[in-house]
T-cell receptor, first 117, second 116 residues
Framework: ETGVTQTPRHLVMGMTNKKSLKCEQHLGHNAMYWYKQSAKKPLELMFV???????ENNSVPSRFSPECPNSSHLFLHLHTLQPEDSALYLC????????????????FGPGTRLTVL | AQSVTQPDIHITVSEGASLELRCNYS??????LFWYVQSPGQGLQLLLKYFSGDTLVQGIKGFEAEFKRSQSSFNLRKPSVHWSDAAEYFC??????????????FGKGTKLSVKP
């Protein structure tokens, strides 16, 4: 149990589809993150939100569009994806971003396995 | 640039044997250090973390890790491995106090297999 849930757990979509991934954290945290995990590559940070404001966009293509309506919810809107975007997309949350013990510890959800055909 | 190296892609140990997973980092100051575990089809679970103080850190599931500044290492250990420990293990670093923007840098992971 991580306190971070993600839906759906699996998603298959065509290159012309539009879909959204949802993440919800029940930990009272203020920061949320999207990561991409591809085979044989390190986890790649995509986006960071702190108090609903985006603080990091790690050169992610515009076909990925994040949305953070409040500190508990994070979405990743997908459109016109490519087959190479197939991966496990992980959401995480942390108490905050500021330095100091404990505030940086990130807690992860189970991920959404995305397949783009 | 910060980086994390996990030199072993795949390790196989016998159940009951001891385990050490290696992690080296490259960073100018003392970073925050983490070990996460990922079971198949699951997200990452935090095993332990080091921020400051005692360089030997105890975590969940009987794991521990030792920070060695001189070697820029943060190796994960367990004295006796259980079959349920089979998973992938990730070492991660974040900038230390005052520098963090939530940017965790992960290694590529070490897959652990356990023989009966």
């Amino acid at each position: 149990e991580t306190g971070v849930t993600q839906t759906p757990r699996h998603l298959v979509m065509g290159m012309t589809n539009k879909k959204s991934l949802k993440c919800e954290q029940h930990l009272g945290h203020n920061a949320m993150y999207w990561y991409k995990q591809s085979a044989k590559k390190p986890l790649e940070l995509m986006f960071v939100y702190n108090f609903k404001e985006q603080t990091e966009n790690n050169s992610v293509p515009s076909r990925f569009s994040p949305e953070c309506p409040n500190s508990s919810h994070l979405f990743l809107h997908l459109h016109t994806l490519q087959p190479e975007d197939s991966a496990l997309y992980l959401c995480a949350s942390s108490p905050g971003l500021a330095g100091g013990e404990g505030t940086d510890t990130q807690y992860f959800g189970p991920g959404t396995r995305l397949t783009v055909l | 640039a910060q980086s994390v190296t996990q030199p072993d892609i795949h390790i196989t140990v016998s159940e009951g044997a001891s385990l050490e997973l290696r992690c080296n980092y490259s960073y100018g100051a003392t970073p925050y250090l983490f070990w996460y575990v990922q079971s198949p089809g699951q997200g990452l679970q935090l095993l332990l973390k080091y921020f400051s103080g005692d360089t030997l850190v105890q975590g969940i599931k009987g794991f521990e890790a030792e920070f060695k500044r001189s070697q820029s290492s943060f190796n994960l250990r367990k004295p006796s491995v259980h079959w349920s420990d089979a998973a992938e293990y990730f070492c991660a670093v974040a900038p230390g106090y005052g520098g963090s923007q939530g940017n965790l840098i992960f290694g590529k992971g070490t897959k652990l297999s356990v023989k009966p």
